[in-house]
Nanobody, 116 residues
Framework: QVQLVESGGGLVQPGGSLRLSCVVS????????MGWYRQVPGKEREYVAG???????NYADSVKGRFAISRDNAKNTVYLQVNSLKPEDTAVYYC??????????WGPGTQVTVSS
């Protein structure tokens, strides 16, 4: 059984920063791509960033230059450094981890609220 648990969310003022973490635990051979999505009530889940097993990164246009994704393969952990936060970044942030079989697992999410 594979489990993902996010942490690091919270309430932050506009312009502030947070570091989100996602730890993968359980029995598995190899984690391939890891990444982050976010979702606000009434909207579809939105892609934020991804990182391959080789360390190649990709970002949504809305977060380029402000967010940075990284991973520590020894710790089975993916991070998302979120800087220069805006109110429109408010959402539940979900991490995912991709495996050869059976595919993609998701964490339960962590709330990020940007408000003064």
């Amino acid at each position: 059984q594979v489990q993902l648990v996010e942490s690091g969310g919270g309430l932050v003022q506009p312009g502030g920063s947070l570091r989100l973490s996602c730890v993968v635990s359980g029995s598995f051979f190899q984690i391939y791509t890891m990444g982050w999505y976010r979702q606000v009530p009434g909207k579809e889940r939105e892609y934020v960033a991804g990182i391959t097993i080789a360390g190649r990164t990709n970002y949504a246009d809305s977060v380029k230059g402000r967010f940075a994704i990284s991973r520590d393969n020894a710790k089975n952990t993916v991070y998302l450094q979120v800087n220069s936060l805006k109110p429109e970044d408010t959402a539940v942030y979900y991490c995912h981890a991709d495996f050869a079989m059976p595919g993609r697992y998701w964490g339960p999410g962590t709330q990020v609220t940007v408000s003064s």
